[in-house]
Structures are given as structure tokens and as C-alpha cells.
DNA sequence: AAGCGGGGCAACCGCGTAATC
DNA sequence: TGATTACGCGGTTGCCCCGCT
């Protein structure tokens, strides 16, 4: 035979809020042992109280417990949660771990009442932490007029709202790839994450075809970059790598979660560039840096970008 | 002033794991 | 060693409060 029987199967244990009473017989009994809890299963009897032990620790952990912090949540704490939970995934009980006075039950209401919400106001998926893919904004145009790059470039107009460099970036980069059928930006795909290149295999691969592929992004991203971030995720969570804020118990411990975001693409000059200029429209960012590329390009004609497009007209989505 | 809806949070539920017999 | 169950955790629910109409 195993252990006896939990008390939380009994008809008659009360369950809803605590009331003052028993909040006080919860605390009197653990005090008069110092702190320490035994068995949570026999608690409740022996502090006279007819609730389940299962109950009595959660009160007790989520908030009787004299260490617990009040109050909210700064943003420090913020962003080290934030920043946990890139690394560690809904691991609440261990994230609390990192946060003092903080309980998990806490710390996973703030995350789903605010942070989560706010992530996603910025357009970052608060699972995964990476920006949500351009596509889940143009998909609706792009739906309402396949293959057409004047329909592509009035969908990219309504992006003003698009509020990182990273993501002006990668909606360019759908765009070229909507109207190539994803062949020569997979490239510049590429630079965003090496893994891209084995999930598309391009048709016609510009990193391949074009010296210096990747200086000619940078370009072109910096020419992205006129666009100034209302609120850069990725630049705050890049803070937390200059912050000793994860705590690491020992050597074999995770990285902390800073080295889990993946490494901007854009010299600083970029980022900096994003904070001086001011906000423009998205299709005269599109019709500027497609002007602007023919000068970065040295094998293609100047024309090629743009028949790129034209040719567009031509090619199945 | 009353009704309604949304947000916030405390508490419960259910499951996986560890502990115990 | 297998059966049983407490414990701990993450997910979910439901109540309360507040702002809006």
C-alpha cells in the first residue's frame, strides 16, 4: 500500500476564499513551528482548519508567505521576466526562482494580464519572442490581390504602423519574396536566420549571384532603417546582456536569456540612424531602397531589381 | 443610477513526478 | 518492484472591481 488518502476527495472541505479566520490559524500554526511545514496533508487538522492541505500551501506560497513582495511589478523585473521566459518558456515556478517576493502564481498572472498583451501590441509572439511574421498583417491584402506588386506596395503603404527596423526588414524581404515566388530574397532571408536557407531552397539564390550579398544588405537594411522604432523589443531585451540579472546558481545553468537573442543584424550606425530619423511612409521606403540598390548591386544592371518586380507581373505566386 | 463588459487576480483543477509503503 | 498518493506545477476558472454607456 502507498500513502493514505489526500484530504481534498472529503465532501465537507471548504473551498473559495479565505477568510480572515483562517488566514490566521494558517499563519499561527506554521509561526509556532518556525516556519516549516511538515505535511501539507495533515496541516489542516492540526491548525483547525477544514480545508484541504493542497489549499493551505497555496494560500499559504501565493500569499501569507511573510517574503512575498507587494505590489507591482517594476521594470526591471519587467524585462527580466520577459527575458526568462525566452529562455525558459512558461517554467513559472522557476522564473520565480529569479525574482524575489515574487511568486509563480503571480508572476504568470502579470505575464498573461500585461506582458503578454503588451508583446503582443509590439507585434512579437509571446511564445516564441520572435516578431510575428510580416505575412500575419499583409496576408489579408496579399489575399485580396495575388501577384500584382501594385497591390503588394498598397498593402506595404498601410504598414506604417510596423515599428522595427527588423521587421520593416523581413516585410521587404516578403515582399520581394511574394513577388519572385520566394527565389531571390531568400537571401536576405538568410541573414536573419541561417536556418531559412534549408527550409527555402531558392531558385535563384542572391548570396550566390551577388558579390558582396551581404554588405548590400546591410545597405539596404540601413536604408530600412529610416524607419525609427516607436518601441524596440529587440533593442530592450539586448539591455538585459549588460545586466547581472539572471542569476546563475552554477556553471552548468542556462545562458542567460540575452544570449538567446539571436544577434541583431544592424551595426550600430543603423540603430542609431532609426532613432534619428523620423517615421515615413512604407511604400516610399520600398520605392527608395529599390532606387537605391542598383548601386549596391555591382553584378546586375541597374534594372535589376526593379524587372525584378516588373517581371513579377509574369511569375506565379 | 443601473447595466454591461473587460481586466485583474486569487483560487481551483488536473496532470506529471517523486516519495512512500 | 509495483501500487498508491502527496506534492508541485502549469492551465484554467470564476469572482470582484472599475470604467463606460
Not at 196 to 216: G, K, R
Request: with cysteine; proline share 7%; aromatic share 6%.
Amino acid at each position: 500500500m502507498g500513502r493514505s488518502p489526500c484530504c481534498c476527495h472529503d465532501a465537507g472541505v471548504k473551498k473559495g476564499p479565505w477568510t480572515e479566520e483562517e488566514d490566521r490559524a494558517l499563519v499561527e500554526h506554521i509561526q509556532r513551528h518556525g516556519g516549516h511545514v511538515g505535511s501539507w496533508r495533515n496541516l489542516p487538522k492540526a491548525a483547525g482548519l477544514n480545508r484541504c492541505g493542497k489549499s493551505c500551501r497555496l494560500r499559504w506560497t501565493n500569499y501569507l508567505r511573510p517574503d512575498i513582495k507587494r505590489g507591482n511589478f517594476t521594470a526591471d523585473e519587467e524585462r527580466l521576466i520577459i527575458a526568462l521566459h525566452a529562455e525558459l518558456g512558461n517554467k513559472w515556478s522557476t522564473i520565480a526562482t529569479h525574482l524575489d517576493g515574487r511568486t509563480d502564481n503571480e508572476i504568470k498572472n502579470y505575464w498573461n494580464t500585461h506582458i503578454r498583451k503588451k508583446l503582443l501590441r509590439m507585434g512579437v509572439d509571446p511564445v516564441t519572442h520572435q516578431r510575428l511574421p510580416p505575412d500575419d498583417v499583409l496576408g489579408g491584402a496579399l489575399a485580396a490581390a495575388p501577384g500584382l506588386p501594385e497591390a503588394l506596395l498598397s498593402a506595404a503603404a498601410s504598414l506604417g504602423g510596423l515599428n522595427s527596423v527588423l521587421m520593416q526588414a523581413q516585410t521587404l524581404q516578403l515582399l520581394l519574396q511574394a513577388v519572385n515566388g520566394g527565389a531571390a530574397s531568400a537571401g536576405l532571408m538568410a541573414s536573419f536566420s541561417p536556418a531559412v536557407d534549408n527550409a527555402m531552397p531558392p531558385l535563384l539564390n542572391a548570396s550566390s549571384i551577388v558579390p558582396n550579398f551581404q554588405d548590400q544588405q546591410m545597405n539596404l537594411l540601413a536604408h530600412a532603417a529610416n524607419y525609427r522604432p516607436a518601441d524596440d523589443y529587440l533593442s530592450n531585451l539586448a539591455s538585459f546582456a549588460e545586466q547581472d540579472v539572471v542569476r546563475q546558481p552554477n556553471a552548468s545553468a542556462p545562458a542567460p536569456a540575452a544570449a538567446l537573442v539571436p544577434a541583431s543584424p544592424f551595426p550600430q550606425e543603423v540603430a542609431a540612424a532609426a532613432d534619428r530619423r523620423p517615421v515615413q511612409g512604407f511604400s516610399d521606403l520600398l520605392s527608395e531602397a529599390i532606387d537605391q540598390v542598383p548601386s549596391m548591386c555591382s553584378l546586375e544592371d541597374e534594372h535589376f531589381w526593379k524587372d525584378l518586380l516588373a517581371e513579377s507581373n509574369h511569375l506565379p505566386l
